[in-house]
């Protein structure tokens, strides 16, 4: 089993910066491909990045691709989104996923392997 605990999460101005964190328990971190999704009031939960167990591959949303990176360290156990020229539409709860699954852009990843954090609040202002 895998427990997550999302950081980083806050306010900042159009434009700026954050980097989220996602702090991973157990020895079977480094088996698991890792992501973010994220979720706006009234809206559903949508894809943001996936990076492979390995940290070769990484997919993106085409509304973040070129702004947002993931990387992981699977000796820290953690997983990270920088995201960088934050737009207002940005702001949502980001929720960090790990799971055993592909095709995540096209489905939110569920089953008995799959396990979320708890979500961070990023608020771009405007």
């Known amino acids: 089993q895998v427990q997550l605990v999302e950081s980083g999460g806050g306010l900042v101005q159009a434009g700026g910066s954050l980097r989220l964190s996602c702090a991973g328990s157990?020895?079977?971190?480094?088996?698991?491909?890792m992501g973010w999704f994220r979720q706006a009031p009234g809206k559903e939960r949508e894809f943001v990045a996936r990076i492979s167990w390995s940290g070769g591959t990484s997919s993106y949303a085409d509304s973040v691709k070129g702004r947002f990176t993931i990387s992981r360290d699977n000796a820290k156990n953690t997983v990270y989104l920088q995201m960088n020229s934050l737009k207002p539409e940005d702001t949502a709860v980001y929720y960090c996923?790990?799971?055993?699954?592909?095709?995540?852009?096209?489905?939110?990843?569920?089953?008995?392997?799959?396990?979320w954090g708890q979500g961070t609040q990023v608020t771009v202002s405007s």
């Open positions: 996923v790990a799971g055993l699954t592909t095709g995540w852009d096209k489905s939110v990843p569920n089953g008995a392997s799959t396990y």
């Open positions: 157990g020895r079977t971190f480094s088996s698991y491909a």
